[in-house]
T-cell receptor
Framework: GENVEQHPSTLSVQEGDSAVIKCTYSDSASNYFPWYKQELGKGPQLIIDIRSNVGEKKDQRIAVTLNKTAKHFSLHITETQPEDSAVYFCAARGTNTGGFKTIFGAGTRLFVKA | DAEITQSPRHKITETGRQVTLACHQT?????MFWYRQDLGHGLRLIHY???????NKGEVSDGYSVSRSNTEDLPLTLESAASSQTSVYFC????????????FGPGTRLTVL
């Protein structure tokens, strides 16, 4: 079935450095790629998303890139801050997955050291 | 403000008991979803609904059921709780036709002893 792989599972960076999280997906029909941030004790919150007709999208310190040929997409966080520490999930949704089902990666726990 | 809520936030039950987790959203969204979250597995889809009276099985639906009698609510029932169902459960909703964004509730931590 459809699958989304996410790497790394844990990432530790120094405050001010950049963090990159990478995902690959298996369903070539996937057309929507959201990223979620989950803080301790809370539900995932959407932070940025990208659609298949766009290669890159940026929102302040976060950006997402998409390579449809390679079926890769990545989250980039620049100038990291301690409040960026959380678990980040990538996800992919495709028309072959029955409409609105979204397949999630296993998550990346990001630690930003002050 | 519109929101999505879950109750209870924490629940401890015994093996074999029936448990129902509530999910309520005030966005008037058509689509609602139930996920479970376990370490190393991310979020796995249990059941989902595209509208009133519509329900569908996700990838880990065994032992769970849902019903959709109105737009706002999608309760999740564990017919006979098992220790393997100890997990954190998240409900989500999205508005078909406008955006694919799923909005998540705060979660319910369920422990089956």
């Amino acid at each position: 079935g459809e699958n989304v792989e996410q790497h790394p599972s844990t990432l530790s960076v120094q405050e001010g450095d950049s963090a990159v999280i990478k995902c690959t997906y298996s369903d070539s029909a996937s057309n929507y790629f959201p990223w979620y941030k989950q803080e301790l004790g809370k539900g995932p919150q959407l932070i940025i998303d990208i659609r298949s007709n766009v290669g890159e999208k940026k929102d302040q310190r976060i950006a997402v890139t998409l390579n449809k040929t390679a079926k890769h997409f990545s989250l980039h966080i620049t100038e990291t801050q301690p409040e960026d520490s959380a678990v980040y999930f990538c996800a992919a949704r495709g028309t072959n997955t029955g409409g609105f089902k979204t397949i999630f990666g296993a998550g990346t726990r990001l630690f930003v050291k002050a | 403000d519109a929101e999505i809520t879950q109750s209870p936030r924490h629940k401890i039950t015994e093996t074999g008991r029936q448990v129902t987790l509530a999910c309520h959203q005030t966005w008037n969204h058509n689509n609602m979803f139930w996920y479970r979250q376990d370490l190393g597995h991310g979020l796995r889809l249990i059941h989902y609904s595209y509208g009133v009276q519509d329900t569908n099985k996700g990838e880990v639906s065994d032992g769970y059921s849902v019903s959709r009698s109105n737009t706002e609510d999608l309760p999740l029932t564990l017919e006979s709780a098992a220790s393997s169902q100890t997990s954190v459960y998240f409900c989500a909703s999205s508005n078909r036709g406008r955006t694919d964004t799923q909005y998540f509730g705060p979660g319910t931590r369920l422990t089956v002893l």
